[in-house]
């Protein structure tokens, strides 16, 4: 599998997570592999009810940790779905949400740095 194809299941996979974990999936995923960490950028994933809820800041604040508490509930199912992806373990999870945008991302970081699988051995 090529760096690019990796990236292209993790971002499928995401979606597919969104979808039954959150309810509704994001308009669009890139993924992007950079060492040890798996970096996904979510575009088009607040519900209706969830942008009109920005309004106010006790409502972002609100949007956020539920999200976050959401995510952190599904850990171990987002750890296994990427290991079977990418062969590692997962280490550790941030995330965050903006309300203005109506993007999240999030950061895995690895117990390998999988950059070093694509790169070209030297001889």
Do not use: W, Y
């Not at 009109?52 to 006790?58: G, I, M, N, P, V």
């Not at 109506?102 to 690895?110: A, Q």
């Amino acid at each position: 599998m090529t760096k690019g194809q990796m990236e292209a299941e993790i971002s499928n996979a995401l979606i597919a997570f969104e979808k039954e974990h959150m309810g509704r999936g994001p308009e669009d995923v890139k993924t992007h592999i950079i060492q040890d960490m798996v970096m996904i950028r979510l575009k088009g994933v607040l519900t209706p009810a969830e942008r009109h809820l920005a309004q106010d800041e006790e409502g972002v604040q609100l949007i956020k940790q539920v999200r976050a508490k959401l995510l952190e509930n599904s850990h171990k199912l987002l750890a296994d779905v990427m290991e079977n992806i990418t062969g590692c373990g997962t280490i550790s999870l941030h995330t965050d949400i903006s309300t203005k945008t109506g993007e999240r991302f999030i950061i895995i970081t690895l117990s390998k740095n999988l950059e070093e699988i694509f790169s070209p051995r030297k001889v």
